[in-house]
């Protein structure tokens, strides 16, 4: 079965950091782009950033650069988003994605970050 | 603010068709394609419709699209009770180098 499965967030204290993680299974995932998109509370998705397939372009939404960076480990099928420097306003649900370069077309459950003190 | 433009909400009762538009510009609709997601209370995304008009497997032929210069509509004809979802327009805007969404269209069936 092809499927994304999001881990690692939590509640965090503004300016503290998190590490979140995605693990592929069912397809070659070193061959697809892969994605960051986030969902706040009550409002709308948000992409937050982009890896392409050997690392060599990545990309942030500009209200996360210079705070969150994003990694893939190909060869155990892994995709991370290390976020630093926290805010109340990161507080979302947040899905890591497929880029079949036909939409994102497969997306993880989600995971729930929480910034708060 | 949403890069892409839709309106919060939109309803109707079952079997009816029901439209929802998305508006944008020359650095995202304008020269991409537009893609269509449906999110569930509860679910994770899912991908609608790809390519402005192309349905995924699956995807049953009541929803449809179209897309003019920089707008995009979605069409859900015969509507029924399981579309009451949040339906978000996407494109990739060559300015910012990323994926620009809408801000979300609560559609409800009566």
């Known amino acids: 079965e092809v499927q994304l499965v999001e881990s690692g967030g939590g509640l965090v204290q503004p300016g503290r950091a998190l590490r979140l993680s995605c693990v592929a299974s069912?397809?070659?995932?070193?061959?697809?782009?892969m994605t960051w998109v986030r969902r706040v509370p009550g409002e709308g998705l948000v992409w937050v950033s982009y890896?392409?397939?050997?690392?060599?372009?990545?990309n942030y939404a500009d209200s996360v650069k210079g705070r969150f960076t994003i990694s893939r480990d190909n060869a155990k099928n892994m995709l991370y988003l290390q976020m630093n420097s926290l805010r109340a306003e990161d507080t979302a649900v947040y899905y890591c994605?497929?880029?079949?370069?036909?939409?994102?077309?497969?997306w993880g459950q989600g995971t729930m970050v929480t910034v708060s003190s | 603010q949403s890069v892409l433009t839709q309106p919060p909400a939109a309803s109707g009762t079952p079997g009816q068709r029901v439209t929802i538009s998305c508006s944008g510009s020359?650095?995202?609709?304008?020269?991409?394609?537009v893609d269509w997601y449906q999110q569930s209370p509860g679910a994770a995304p899912k991908l609608l419709m790809y390519?402005?008009?192309q349905r995924p497997s699956g995807v049953p032929d009541r929803f449809s699209g179209s897309k003019s210069g920089t707008s995009v509509s979605l069409a859900i004809s015969g509507l029924q009770p399981e579309d009451e979802a949040d339906y978000y327009c996407?494109?990739?805007?060559?300015?910012?180098?990323?994926?620009?969404f809408g801000g979300g269209t609560k559609l409800t069936v009566l």
């Open positions: 994605a497929r880029d079949s370069g036909n939409g994102l077309d497969i």
């Open positions: 069912g397809f070659t995932f070193s061959s697809y782009r």
């Open positions: 890896i392409n397939t050997d690392v060599t372009s990545t």
């Open positions: 020359t650095s995202n609709i304008g020269r991409q394609t």
């Open positions: 390519g402005n008009t």
């Open positions: 996407a494109a990739w805007d060559v300015s910012l180098n990323g994926w620009v």
